[in-house]
């Protein structure tokens, strides 16, 4: 078995859902997916966008449940229930090995699984067998030190634990179009390539160190970072990736890159 993490650009709730195009082959490729890098895997580690707290945590329950963390969508979106077993046991190993490694990161059972988790686990993993646990994002935290936190995770997960990050390469909402099929501007187009660059030369430094000048494609594209950051945990767990692809590329309403990437040691 090959160490795998996956970083899968997640956009709208109703990507979960939706029946328009790009929600369609979105919704395939993560389909196509899960029976590739599935098989063997105990659990599941999530980083999503959409869980930030004061330091890291670590989350799993006894008893998980869906959040809905968004308002004004229909009803058929607050009916979802993604309810996967927690993987508490593989939760408060990895808080146990991050503490030995220097890192302060708490277990807590007080979450659930956010659309950052159950809009991308309901296509890659379905039959919702497979436990889940779950890594936050430290809001106080440098993209140097989120990178060498995932460093630190990486090393202390075994093979046959998936790392699914959660987010977008390209998150500008006050840009997006009403029109989920939009053109990217060249702004956004610009800045998801010079990631996908970085990832295919294996410059990680380069994932950290991009400009967010006003006015730049950088913090136009990244206004706030909470949905770059999971990238960073898929990309840092390892320094030397063997295999890297990116299974669907792509934008949703224009300035929402879907790009995924697949990273295996």
């Known amino acids: ?35 590739q890098v599935l098989p063997g ?3 599941i580690l999530c980083v999503s966008a959409h869980w930030q707290t004061r330091g890291t945590e670590v989350f799993a329950s006894d008893e998980p449940h869906a959040i809905h963390d968004f308002i004004g969508f229909p009803k058929s979106l607050y009916d979802v229930k993604y309810l996967a077993p927690g993987a508490v046991a593989e939760a408060k190993a990895l808080s146990a090995a991050l503490s030995a490694a220097g890192h302060e990161v708490p277990y807590t059972a007080e979450w659930g699984y956010d659309h950052g988790v159950w809009s991308v686990l309901a296509h890659l993993a379905p039959h919702q067998n497979i ?3 779950m890594l936050s994002l430290d809001r106080k935290k440098t993209l140097d030190e989120h990178l060498a936190l995932a460093r630190a995770v990486g090393a202390a997960l075994p093979e046959d634990i998936l790392i699914v990050a959660s987010g977008n390469i390209v998150h500008a909402l006050a840009d997006m179009e009403e ?6 501007p060249p702004w956004a ?25 006003p006015g730049t494609p950088g913090k136009l594209s990244v206004p706030t970072l909470d949905h770059y950051i999971p990238l960073l945990y898929a990309a840092g767990f390892t320094d030397a990736p063997k295999h890297l692809t990116f299974p ?3 934008f949703d309403h224009g300035t929402i890159s879907m790009r995924c990437v697949c990273i295996r040691e």
């Open 131 to 133: 436990p889940v646990f």
């Open 248 to 250: 669907y590329t792509g």
């Open 189 to 213: 187009v610009e800045f998801d390539e010079q990631i996908a660059k970085a990832l295919e030369q294996r410059d990680w430094a380069a994932l950290t160190e991009i400009s967010r000048a």
């Open 1 to 35: 078995m090959t160490k795998t993490a996956l970083f899968i650009g997640h956009g709208s709730p109703m990507n979960a859902l939706a029946d328009h195009t790009p929600a369609h082959a979105w919704q395939a490729v993560l389909r196509e997916l899960g029976p």
């Open 41 to 43: 895997m105990r659990a």
């Open 179 to 184: 029109d989920p099929m939009a053109a990217a």
